[in-house]
């Protein structure tokens, strides 16, 4: 049974930076794109990074670029979101996602997630 597990999220001022970490079990994690995507209060789920799991390359929506990075570490099972310069725009429930199996991939859609985590809040005050 896949399990995608998030922390890391809290109330940061906007300027400031947080660290999302997901840890994922139930299969062989090298194998998945792993993704990040968010949801804010009356707002459809957006799709926020991901990274590939052949050539570990990255794809993220523009309003992060330049102040997202997403990362992963096959041997500790965990993808990350190192999120700096923050945004009262940034609020928003949190989500890891991965593909479906390993011979698909994951983009920006949400039917293309497999598996989703909990969420995680992220609060930036202004």
């Known amino acids: 049974q896949v399990q995608l597990v998030e922390s890391g999220g809290g109330l940061v001022q906007a300027g400031g930076s947080l660290r999302l970490s997901c840890v994922a079990s139930?299969?062989?994690?090298?194998?998945?794109?792993m993704g990040w995507f968010r949801q804010a209060p009356g707002k459809e789920r957006e799709f926020v990074a991901v990274?590939?799991?052949?050539?570990?390359?990255?794809d993220y929506v523009d309003s992060v670029k330049g102040r997202f990075t997403i990362s992963r570490d096959n041997a500790k099972n965990t993808v990350y979101l190192q999120m700096n310069s923050l945004k009262p725009e940034d609020t928003a429930v949190y989500f890891c996602?991965?593909?479906?199996?390993?011979?698909?991939?994951?983009?920006?859609?949400?039917?293309?997630?497999?598996?989703w985590g909990q969420g995680t809040q992220v609060t930036v005050s202004s």
């Open positions: 996602a991965s593909s479906r199996n390993s011979w698909s991939d994951l983009g920006r859609e949400t039917d293309e997630v497999g598996y």
């Open positions: 139930g299969r062989t994690f090298r194998r998945y794109d």
């Open positions: 990274i590939n799991r052949n050539d570990g390359s990255t």
